[in-house]
């Protein structure tokens, strides 16, 4: 069967300082503002209504991921698979009113994910200002601390794909409809959260000016330039105002082949195999290794 759920959505996330972190995504990533108010704003890279979405709130967290389904049959679906495997389903109702149908599911680790039909296309494609513009937000890689159960049990509700895997499941990237080789990732960690998200860029070129934007505020990339072996795509990374890991990537592999079985790789020890982590050579940082947000707190926790 083909997935229920055809890309990334949206990101949503918990940030202390509100107006620091909307000046930051558009200082540096150059994203557009479309609206702020009642503790939440909302910001995009191209036409559709919102990407990413900031809530102010006393700590830095993840609240939600968004994933778009193509029509409302299939967010029904994972409604019906999500109460089959006892999940909560937290909501029916769509979070923004950019989007017709959604549902939302609390998974067993903690995640919350909304499954939505697709966001409204009515912001401007072309837009002024400072920063680098990334053509639109495109995955997110999460931490669980069962990350096989974790991806299993999205796979089983969303109908993603597993693309590729660790010998361990200490990594494993899944892929939607429309074929990237990962839409969500799981890294095994001592907790449920994110470990960083991403958004797509144009070419090589946007690398260096995403280098010399973080110059000129006296910051500093955390990983990268390089090239994953699982994905196959560039990649750089540094980190928000808000405290999140933000990667910036291009040229992922598309798996268009619905018998495509999953690789299983062998990361090396510490990550130290070079031709699945980056076949240029540069090994992570431990920054970029130990870094974990959480998921926001149950209600009342």
């Given at each position: 069967?083909?997935?229920?759920?055809?890309?990334?959505?949206?990101?949503?996330?918990?940030?202390?300082?509100?107006?620091?972190?909307?000046?930051?995504a558009r200082d540096v990533m150059g994203l557009s503002l479309v609206g702020q108010g009642n503790g939440r704003a909302l910001l995009t890279s191209n036409d559709r209504h919102a990407e990413l979405i900031?809530?102010?709130a006393e700590a830095s967290e993840l609240?939600?991921?968004?994933l778009e389904a193509l029509t409302p049959a299939h967010v029904g679906e994972v409604a019906r698979r999500a109460r089959a495997e006892g999940l909560e389903v937290v909501s029916e109702t769509p979070s923004l009113p950019a989007m017709e149908h959604g549902v939302t599911i609390r998974f067993s680790e903690n995640h919350l994910v909304e499954v939505h039909t697709p966001m409204l296309r009515d912001r401007p494609s072309?837009?002024?200002?400072?920063?680098?513009?990334?053509?639109?937000?495109?995955?997110?890689?999460?931490?669980?601390?069962d990350p096989a159960s974790a991806s299993e049990e999205m796979m089983r509700v969303l109908g993603l794909k597993l693309s590729e895997r660790t010998a361990g499941w200490e990594l494993s990237w899944m892929r939607a409809g429309d074929g990237r080789h990962h839409t969500l990732a799981f890294v095994k960690s001592d907790a449920a959260g994110?470990?960083?998200y991403s958004w797509e860029f144009a070419d090589?070129?946007?690398?260096?000016?995403?280098?010399d934007v973080l110059d000129t505020f006296d910051r500093k990339l955390v990983w990268g330039p390089g090239r994953h072996g699982a994905g196959d795509n560039l990649f750089v990374y540094y980190v928000d105002a808000a405290g999140f890991l933000v990667e910036c990537t291009a040229e992922m592999e598309r798996i268009a082949d619905p018998e495509f079985q999953a690789r299983v790789v062998d990361p090396g020890e510490n990550l130290s195999n070079y031709k699945v982590v980056n076949r240029w050579g540069q090994l992570p940082s431990q920054e970029w290794i130990g870094h974990f947000i959480p998921c926001m707190g149950r209600p009342g926790h």
């Open positions: 069967m083909d997935p229920l759920v055809h890309r990334l959505g949206f990101v949503a996330l918990n940030v202390k300082n509100l107006d620091a972190a909307i000046a930051d900031f809530y102010q609240h939600t991921i968004g072309r837009y002024s200002g400072p920063g680098i513009h990334p053509r639109y937000i495109d995955h997110a890689n999460l931490t669980a601390r994110i470990h960083h090589f070129n946007d690398f260096k000016r995403l280098g």
